[in-house]
Every structure is written in structure tokens, then in C-alpha cells.
């Protein structure tokens, strides 16, 4: 089968088996780095600058079955957890919660399946907001000719960039808001047209409402205001104030629709992975805890390198090959630590509290109290590396150096 650009020029048949070639070239470039010769730090910008970048071009073009996506990111999370080539490694923690932006705890590595629509959303709008654009003719002649992209119902026998594109369509109508213009195309309870948080018609206050009303019957048209009587007649509080903040135009002008998670309107593959990332919603057990968030949030922006700050991130979410942890994994039977033999070989023993472990904190220019620092909490021990120490006074020079004896 012949390409162009990368891409088979024939789309039919299983489309597993269209898009292998991905995933062994994929293959191909992990299995070539030395995996023995690279840090965490070192991976983590090859996964993202190499690994997850490979795709992108296919990625933009068609949606790729489950299947394949599925194995993408299996090879990738093997190369990240795995110490040396062909080896699977013990994997910590779920890809789902490795995909979680570092803002909010975790690495910040794609999420295959969510990029894949956020790039095919890009092409619909794309098609929308240039109706004269060559592809977009071509679409709308044999998809869409009496509609746009957005309303067009079922086709037959569509290609399968057109099907791929639609399943974007869900995730580009969520975000997008119709900016007022004259208010003479936006109907008042069925479009997105309240600049809330997400996009939506105003709240119904009573009854009866008017189905056929437009955002033009609530402005003046001599003066290009709100009739403001008219807006607490229908609307809650609420909504009067976000209407409020809406200026409407004073030139006639056609209603139009904007990306609501952008400043300028425009719709990008980042705002649009966000928000298909906000709605992924992970399963987790219930949190009878407080949040660790802030410190693995602290861990990215602690002033040292790139490789000793995943190692205190991996220290606060527990990923640190201890006996207690090994144990509970079923990869030993052992707890106790092999150093002292006091008590079980936590992260926080082996850190902290361990006596040659102790001994290293009291001889260096952090002050150490005991049952303040360190103690048998190691997120308390974390926070006060973090902010209480910083706080009291200690010098930013003898704080530098916590990370590497860590």
C-alpha cells in the first residue's frame, strides 16, 4: 500500500491493522534508547518531546482505534517504569493518574485518547470558521451543503476522516459560546450564550417563557443597552450579572460563535485537550485524607534538577522501592528496615527517621527539632523542607541542598 505525507493513501479494511505502523515505529524508537543510561528526568522530556510527539501528524488526521491507542501508551508507560531494555518494570501508579498535568499532582504526560480529539476538533473548526477553504468545500458538497459541520445529522457512507472528525464534534460543541453581536441569531433559552464557567442558556425564572425569543427583543436598540426590568423579569440575580458584563455591539452585527476557553475566541489544541481532560472523570477510592496536590505541586518547582525533583515526587506519592511498599505489592515478606531493624522500612524511615539517616539531617545546616523535624509523618517532614523552614528563617543556601541528600 502506497503513502503520502505518512498516511496510507487507502483508509479501509481493519483499521487496527491500517494503523500498526505507528505503533512500530514507536516501538522502534524506544527500544533504541539505552534506558539503563537515562534518569527520570532524562525520560520524562524524551516521552514527551519524542514518544508522544510521534503520533501528532497521524493523530490531527484520524481517530485512532482504542485498540491501537491502548498499545501506544502501554509501550510508553513500559519505557517509563522499566530500569533496563526489555524489561516491564513495577508500575506505581495508574497511567490515568500520570496523565494528570503537574498543576495537579502528576507528570504531565498525554493522555493519547483526549489529544487525538483535541487535535480532530481543531480541524472541524477549522472547517467551520473558513467555509472557503479547499477541503471545506469539498466537505460541504458531499456532507453538509445545507448545513454547517456542526448540525449536520447522519450521511451515507462516510470516509472515515469525516467519521473521525465527527467524534471530535461533541467535545468542540461543549466549549463553544455565541458572542452578541446584534443578538438578532441567538435564541434566548436553547443557545450558549451566559459566559459562566461552561457555556449555557440563561436559568428560566417562572413558568411561561417564549421559546422564539432572541437576545435582540432584551437590548435598546437606541441606545444599545439592557433593558434591565426586562432581565429581572426573566432571569435570576445571577444571570443579570453575567449579562451585565456582556457589551452588546453597537454596529450591526451578526452573532458568532467564539471558544469560551480562550481570551481571544479562537479555539487551540491545548484549551481543547484541557477541557477533554476536565471531562475524564477517574475512578479513585474515597479520600479520608488530606491532599498531597500542593507538595507534589512544590516538588516541580523546588530549585534543583529535573531528575531529584521527580524523585521527590516519587518520594510523596510512594513510589520508592521500601520493604513496607514491596510487601504490600507481594514482592517480598520482609518489613523491617535492613539497616537498622527497628521497624518497617517505610519511605519515611528511610528518609527520615532511620538513625544513619538521622545522623546526616543533625550534621547538616537545617535545624532539626525532634517531633517537629523530622518526625514520623513524611508529608509533615515534606511541608517543613517546603514552607515552614523557609518561614522561620533558614537560609536559602542550606535549604538548596535538601533535595540531593534526600
Known amino acids: 500500500m502506497g503513502t503520502y505525507l505518512g498516511l496510507p493513501e487507502n483508509i479501509s479494511g481493519s483499521k487496527k491493522k491500517m494503523f500498526t505502523f505507528i505503533h512500530d515505529r514507536l516501538s522502534k524508537r524506544i527500544n533504541s534508547w ?100 479547499f477541503l471545506a468545500r469539498i466537505l460541504k458538497g458531499r456532507y453538509f451543503w445545507l448545513s454547517n459541520p456542526l448540525d449536520v445529522k447522519k450521511v451515507n457512507s462516510p470516509s472515515y476522516g ?36 461552561k457555556p449555557r442558556p440563561p436559568t428560566k425564572r417562572g413558568t411561561f417563557q417564549d421559546p422564539y425569543l432572541l437576545v ?20 435570576t440575580e445571577e444571570d443579570v450579572r453575567w449579562i451585565q458584563g456582556i457589551r452588546p455591539s453597537r454596529v450591526p452585527t451578526t452573532d458568532r460563535l467564539v471558544w469560551a476557553y480562550t481570551k481571544s475566541g479562537v479555539y487551540t489544541v491545548k484549551s481543547g485537550y484541557d477541557l477533554a481532560m476536565s471531562k475524564t472523570e477517574v475512578i479513585t477510592g ?17 530549585r534543583t534538577t529535573k531528575k531529584l525533583k521527580h524523585f521527590l515526587w516519587q518520594c510523596i506519592t510512594g513510589c520508592i522501592a521500601v520493604r513496607d511498599i514491596l510487601v504490600d505489592r507481594h514482592c517480598g515478606t520482609e518489613r523491617s528496615c535492613p539497616r537498622c531493624g527497628a521497624e ?56 538548596a541542598k535538601y533535595p540531593w541528600m534526600i
Open 34 to 133: 539505552s534506558a539503563r543510561l537515562l534518569s527520570k528526568g532524562g525520560k520524562d522530556v524524551m516521552i514527551k518531546s519524542v514518544a508522544q510527539a510521534l503520533p501528532t501528524y497521524v493523530m490531527s488526521c484520524f481517530l485512532l482505534p482504542q485498540e491501537t491507542i491502548k498499545k501506544l501508551q502501554g509501550a510508553i508507560s513500559k519505557f517509563w517504569w522499566s530500569s533496563k531494555q526489555n524489561n516491564r518494570g513495577l508500575h506505581w501508579i495508574a497511567w490515568e493518574k500520570i496523565c494528570v498535568p503537574m498543576e495537579e499532582g502528576g507528570l504531565g504526560f498525554r493522555d493519547l485518547k483526549n489529544f487525538n480529539l483535541a487535535l480532530l476538533a481543531k480541524q472541524l473548526w477549522r472547517i467551520f470558521h473558513y467555509p472557503s477553504s
Open 162 to 197: 469525516w467519521k473521525s472528525m465527527m467524534a471530535a464534534r461533541e467535545l468542540l460543541v461543549s466549549g463553544l459560546r455565541r458572542a452578541i453581536g446584534s443578538g438578532a441569531n441567538t435564541a434566548v433559552w436553547r443557545d450558549p450564550w451566559i459566559p459562566d464557567s
Open 216 to 235: 435582540y427583543h432584551l437590548i435598546n436598540q437606541e441606545t444599545k443597552e439592557w433593558k434591565l426590568e426586562t432581565l429581572r423579569q426573566l432571569f
Open 286 to 302: 474515597q479520600v479520608l485524607e488530606p491532599s498531597t496536590t500542593v507538595l507534589k505541586r512544590r516538588a516541580w518547582k523546588t
Open 344 to 399: 518497617a522500612e517505610t519511605v519515611n524511615h528511610l528518609i527520615f527517621t532511620c538513625p544513619a539517616a538521622t545522623r546526616v539531617w543533625e550534621s547538616s545546616d537545617i535545624p532539626t527539632s525532634p517531633g517537629v523535624f523530622p518526625c514520623t509523618s513524611l508529608f509533615s517532614n515534606f511541608d517543613y523542607l517546603m514552607w515552614r523552614a523557609p518561614d522561620a528563617g533558614v537560609h536559602e543556601q542550606a535549604l
